[in-house]
């Protein structure tokens, strides 16, 4: 992924409206960047625009050069929003103002309970992967057991091969 990371820097070298940064978080220098970002996992793409929450949205497309740069370009410059509507349809500026209209903090709150939606739900989906990752490893062990209880004695085992062998013959 290194080197479409660096084609993707140099592509939007000078860009007046996207800057492309590469940050090392095994650097203990950036660990505290990287811990204020949520960057837990290497590698970690965020990006960070108008519309995304203030520390960054997780990038989870393709990893390579045509991947990475569609998607700078269609979400990585001017967008439509209340400082740009002029990039905005009919649709998306009745929408803008319909939100405008309504008090800051309702729109935060609104905005904190649809986080807490998505990080509610994704607690329940770590707490019923555990559950089941838990009872794989009870029926695992439970497995074990019985497999250990009836295996054969190597020495039943051995008599059974003795006597379907044929009888060896003593030839000089």
Do not use: H
Request: hydrophobic share 35%; charged share 35%.
């Amino acid at each position: 992924m290194k080197p479409a990371w660096e084609q993707l820097e140099k592509a939007f070298e000078g860009s007046k409206t996207a800057i492309i940064v590469d940050v090392d978080c095994t650097a203990d220098k950036n660990k505290d960047l990287c811990s204020k970002y949520g960057v837990r996992g290497y590698p970690t793409i965020k990006y960070i625009t108008g519309d995304t929450d203030p520390l960054g949205d997780s990038y989870d497309g393709g990893r390579d050069f045509d991947s990475l740069k569609a998607f700078a370009d269609e979400n990585l410059g001017p967008s439509c929003g209340p400082t740009n509507l002029d990039l905005c349809s009919d649709e998306q500026k009745e929408t803008i103002a319909a939100y405008q209209a309504q008090d800051i903090s309702e729109l935060k709150a609104e905005i904190a309970a649809k986080e807490k939606e998505v990080a509610d739900a994704e607690q329940y989906f770590k707490d019923e992967v555990q559950k089941l990752q838990n009872k794989y490893q009870e029926l695992s062990a439970e497995k074990d057991e019985k497999v250990k209880a009836a295996s054969v004695d190597s020495l039943l085992r051995a008599v059974v091969n003795a006597a379907d062998a044929p009888a060896a013959k003593d030839e000089l």
